[in-house]
């Protein structure tokens, strides 16, 4: 059996870009990094962006979820400037509530961050009621990887479909 070691593997970004042939060239080009090291790299640039130490762990369980999966939507947002904090961005607002449902208004914050409490939010409700909705709405960003809420759900022993517009 081999071992599985804590690294994750980043291609360059012209591999990402340029299709098979620039996926062949970059292969030279690959860097791996320990995951303790890229998750250090990773606070200290959303906590540059503006993010404080809460949020930065919920966008960086997001965004490693996503990265360690192959998923485009890993911390390639961070570098191109996908998480950039807007500055706009106000407390995210409960516009609509009862017992089985939700509206927040995301005031402009990242959307990972105003989907993880709609999904906290949902799971309380579903937990106390049975069922639980929550919609969301003006966001800056993208909510990420979406079966990293689907799979959060689930580990609470519910079901859940997660939806992004």
């Keep these: 059996l081999q071992q599985i070691r804590p690294v994750i593997t980043l291609m360059a970004a012209a591999a990402v870009s340029g299709g098979a042939a620039a996926a062949a060239a ?3 080009n690959t860097v791996y990094i320990p995951i303790s090291e890229l998750r250090q790299l990773c606070t200290k640039s959303l906590c540059t962006l503006g993010y404080s130490s809460d949020e930065t762990a919920v966008l960086l369980d997001v965004l490693l979820y996503a990265q360690l999966r ?4 890993g911390i390639i947002k961070i570098t191109t400037g996908g998480m950039s904090r807007a500055a706009a ?3 995210i607002a409960v516009e609509r509530e009862t017992r089985l ?3 927040l208004n995301g005031n402009a914050q990242a ?7 709609a999904m906290a939010m949902a799971v309380e ?3 106390s ?3 639980g909705i929550v919609g969301t709405n003006n966001t800056s960003t993208s909510t990420g990887a979406l079966g990293f809420y689907a799979e ?3 580990k609470q022993g519910l079901i859940g479909i997660v939806f992004a517009q």
Aim: proline share 3%.
């Design 101 to 103: 449902s939700a509206l």
């Design 129 to 131: 009621a049975g069922f």
């Design 152 to 154: 959060q759900v689930a």
């Design 70 to 73: 192959g998923n485009n939507q």
């Design 111 to 117: 959307g990972m961050l105003v989907l993880h409490r």
């Design 125 to 127: 409700k579903a937990k």
């Design 89 to 91: 961005a106000a407390p």
């Design 26 to 28: 970059a292969a030279d």
